[in-house]
T-cell receptor, first 114, second 113 residues
Framework: DGGITQSPKYLFRKEGQNVTLSCEQN?????MYWYRQDPGQGLRLIYY???????QKGDIAEGYSVSREKKESFPLTVTSAQKNPTAFYLC?????????????FGAGTRLSVL | GESVGLHLPTLSVQEGDNSIINCAYSNSASDYFIWYKQESGKGPQFIIDIRSNMDKRQGQRVTVLLNKTVKHLSLQIAATQPGDSAVYFC????????????FGTGTKLQVIP
């Protein structure tokens, strides 16, 4: 997780509350991603951004929102519309190098509902 | 975190033995594959990758084998150590304007000292 910092490590959400997960990278990567990880399932893509001021919905975007105002930062907001937010959230970033686009991950944020 | 390992297939290996972790992928158009290692409470770490024009690639103590005919990928870890205990999962990538990445569910490797 070197170069990609996620905070906080643990987060608790009250019902009806919006919470924001932080993701910062100092790798000068163009693309950033948010994934959700649930027990026994593969990573599922929430949102991704290939360039500043642009982002696209992933497979499970409902109930989430993002922004990409700076290259280094890609915060994820879990809104009250997300009815089952308890999960491990992973942020990743990537850049094209030698024809490859490897994603590197942060250490994750565990979100629980109070 | 710890709950990532729940409900996953588990491979138990004696320390010093070789480990083989398998992955079946689904997309015939996938042309690039990555193995990741995820330790408890941490994010996934890149281990090794392979392009579809290869069938074998070796790293330090790890080897990835690709069989495109049956859409199967395997990760071999030589002389498994306690520090290798983690969840391992593969990722298949289809090249394109946005490289679609699909992650496998993972296998939990337990190393018995």
């Amino acid at each position: 997780d070197g170069g990609i910092t996620q905070s906080p490590k643990y987060l608790f959400r009250k019902e009806g509350q919006n919470v924001t997960l932080s993701c910062e990278q100092n790798l000068n990567h163009d693309a950033m991603y948010w994934y959700r990880q649930d027990p026994g399932q593969g990573l599922r893509l929430i949102y991704y951004s290939q360039i500043v001021n642009d982002f696209q919905k992933g497979d499970i975007a409902e109930g989430y929102s993002v922004s990409r105002e700076k290259k280094e930062s890609f915060p994820l907001t879990v809104t009250s519309a997300q009815k089952n937010p308890t999960a491990f959230y992973l942020c990743a970033s990537s850049i094209w190098t030698n024809g490859k686009n490897i994603q590197y991950f942060g250490a994750g944020t565990r979100l629980s509902v109070l | 975190g710890e709950s990532v390992g729940l409900h996953l297939p588990t491979l138990s290996v004696q320390e010093g033995d070789n480990s083989i972790i398998n992955c079946a992928y689904s997309n015939s158009a996938s042309d690039y594959f990555i193995w990741y290692k995820q330790e408890s409470g941490k994010g996934p770490q890149f281990i090794i990758d392979i392009r579809s024009n290869m069938d074998k690639r070796q790293g330090q103590r790890v080897t990835v084998l690709l069989n495109k005919t049956v859409k199967h990928l395997s990760l071999q870890i030589a002389a498994t150590q306690p520090g290798d205990s983690a969840v391992y999962f593969c990722a298949e990538i289809e090249s394109g304007g946005y490289q679609k990445v699909t992650f496998g569910t993972g296998t939990k490797l337990q190393v018995i000292p």
